[in-house]
Nanobody, 115 residues
Framework: QVQVVESGGGLVQTGGSLRLSCAAS??????MGWYRQAPGKQRELVAR???????NYADSVKGRFTISRDNAKNTVYLQMDSLIPEDTAVYYC???????????WGQGTQVTVSS
């Protein structure tokens, strides 16, 4: 059974930093990533990383956010720097299993950036 557990959200001022972590278990994962959903908006991709380290980012976070993963720990991280109020959202971890390409979501963690 796949489990996905996020941590690291919180409240920060504009210009501050936060680091999100997501620990997954129960399978091997080809893709691990982060999505976010702000109030009244659709869920959107923030960043994702493959098992060989290839990454892609939303244009809105390029140069400010960095995604990384530890394959031995099945953990993905999102370092968020230079945060702005527009980054305020619930951030969800998403993992895709290698064998069946099934997608699994975490419960979400709130990130709030105050102006």
């Amino acid at each position: 059974q796949v489990q996905v557990v996020e941590s690291g959200g919180g409240l920060v001022q504009t210009g501050g930093s936060l680091r999100l972590s997501c620990a997954a278990s129960g399978s091997i994962f080809s893709i691990m990533g982060w999505y976010r959903q702000a109030p009244g908006k659709q869920r959107e991709l923030v960043a994702r990383i493959t098992s060989d380290g290839s990454t892609n980012y939303a244009d809105s976070v390029k140069g400010r956010f960095t995604i990384s993963r530890d394959n031995a720990k099945n953990t993905v991280y999102l370092q968020m720097d230079s945060l702005i109020p527009e980054d305020t959202a619930v951030y969800y971890c998403n993992v895709v299993t290698l064998r069946s390409s099934r997608s699994h979501w975490g419960q979400g963690t709130q990130v709030t950036v105050s102006s």
